[in-house]
């Protein structure tokens, strides 16, 4: 049942392909909380020719990871409302986002909500997932002393565990499917070395933390949403 598990401050790990995007929006959907993807953050950015975006961009197309420095500006506006273009990837109906005595809702599926920028800190803490975030033992520390510290520390790190082989895989249906900057094989292959380089670390800085819970990747969006779903409900203190 939905709203079971609240208050829950997710990360979903794994690499390109393992199926991040579509677990963010079910999480997203069956738990309240918003979802929140540096991918399209970027992606909105670069659509826009912002700043950050010009920077951004030949980061992304190459398949490399965009400066830290960047990435954390980034989550940083939007978890803390600095800038009023805030963009909530997937939020559910229904879903109250912006607090501040206001109770503004989003009903948005994918569209931008400016009201998330007025959210305050203890309500935009109470939940959210990020995806694509960190990629970096940089970005991770650098979360930790900036958001941990302000009453944002994370709950639980979902690892997807998806063989390389299946990834590739997928992506290359992805590419065909959809129109992305970065799903060329050759440009999928570069994103799942700096995967294995730069992000997969990541790994054993959370599991000495006692926060990582790999989940098997495999099989159907279902099956896998089974297995994340019975993680989140065995957490502590996130049942009513
Ligand atoms: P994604 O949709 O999460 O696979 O991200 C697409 C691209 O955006 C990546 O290949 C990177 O170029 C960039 N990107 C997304 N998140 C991050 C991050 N946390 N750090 C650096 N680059 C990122």
Redesign the pocket.
Same mark, same amino acid.
């Given at each position: 049942m939905p709203g079971t598990v609240r208050s829950v401050r997710v990360v979903l790990l794994g690499p =390109?392909g393992s199926g991040? %995007?579509t677990q963010a929006a079910r999480i997203s959907s069956r738990y309240g909380i918003p979802a929140i993807? *540096? %991918? #399209?953050l @970027?992606?909105t950015e670069i659509a826009a020719g912002t700043p950050l975006g010009r920077r $951004?961009e030949s980061? +992304?197309r $190459? %398949?490399? @990871? !965009? =400066?830290?420095d960047l +990435?954390l500006d980034l989550v940083a506006s939007r978890l803390f409302g600095a800038r009023a273009a805030a963009v909530l990837d997937h939020v559910p109906a229904g879903t109250v986002v912006a607090a501040a005595g206001t109770g503004s809702r989003a009903a948005g599926t994918g569209t931008a909500v400016a009201e998330a920028a007025v959210t305050p800190v203890p309500d935009v803490c109470s939940g959210f997932l990020l995806? %694509?975030? =960190? #990629? *970096?033992l940089a970005?991770a520390e650098a979360f930790d002393a900036r958001f941990a510290a302000a009453g944002c520390a994370l709950d639980v790190v979902l690892d997807l565990d998806v063989d390389e082989s299946t990834v590739l895989a997928r992506i290359a249906r992805r590419s065909r499917d959809e129109s /992305?900057l970065?799903d060329d094989e050759e440009t999928a292959r570069r /994103?799942l070395k !700096?995967f294995a380089e730069r992000t997969a670390p990541l790994r054993a800085y959370y599991a000495a933390r006692g926060i990582l819970r790999t989940i098997d990747g495999s099989g159907t969006p279902d099956e896998v949403a089974g297995r994340i779903d019975a993680v989140l409900r065995s957490l502590p203190d996130h049942r009513h």
């Open positions: =390109p991040k %995007g993807s *540096t %991918g #399209r @970027l992606d $951004a980061f +992304v $190459a %398949g490399e @990871l !965009v =400066p830290d +990435v995806d %694509g975030f =960190p #990629r *970096t970005q /992305r970065d /994103r !700096v």
